[in-house]
């Protein structure tokens, strides 16, 4: 599996974006697929993950109830709809496919490169 992010760009405090991710291959629809980022000088972290299905959604206590993960399982896209951000939301932003998922990185095995997400004060 193939993984290309995109969507990230410059938004003022308060604003919203919305990240996708494209997957190549067959087998999209049965991983779960998540998202992390990694802040300048930080280490990445666990942003939101969805199941195969798209019944079930987790979120990091930061962004729960601002962002919101879902996915098209016909279009291979996982999508990172995010609201209200905030400056402290600015890093760069890795969709991964995994077949465990969950919030810690051995749990996916494919990774994307990376889109960059700054918000203004």
């Known amino acids: 599996v193939q993984l290309q992010a995109s969507g990230g760009g410059l938004v003022q405090a308060r604003g919203s974006l919305r990240l996708s991710c494209a997957a190549s291959?067959?087998?999209?629809?049965?991983?779960?697929m998540g998202w992390f980022r990694q802040a300048p000088g930080k280490e990445r972290e666990f942003v939101a993950a969805i199941s195969w299905s798209g019944g079930r959604t987790y979120y990091s206590d930061s962004v729960k109830g601002r962002f919101t993960i879902s996915r098209d399982n016909a279009k291979n896209t996982v999508y990172l709809q995010m609201n209200s951000l905030r400056p402290e939301d600015t890093a760069v932003y890795y969709c991964?496919?995994?077949?465990?998922?969950?919030?810690?990185?051995?749990?996916?095995?494919?990774w994307g490169q990376g889109t960059q997400v700054t918000v203004s004060s």
């Open positions: 991964a496919a995994g077949g465990r998922g969950g919030s810690y990185e051995d749990g996916y095995d494919y």
């Open positions: 291959g067959r087998t999209f629809s049965i991983y779960t």
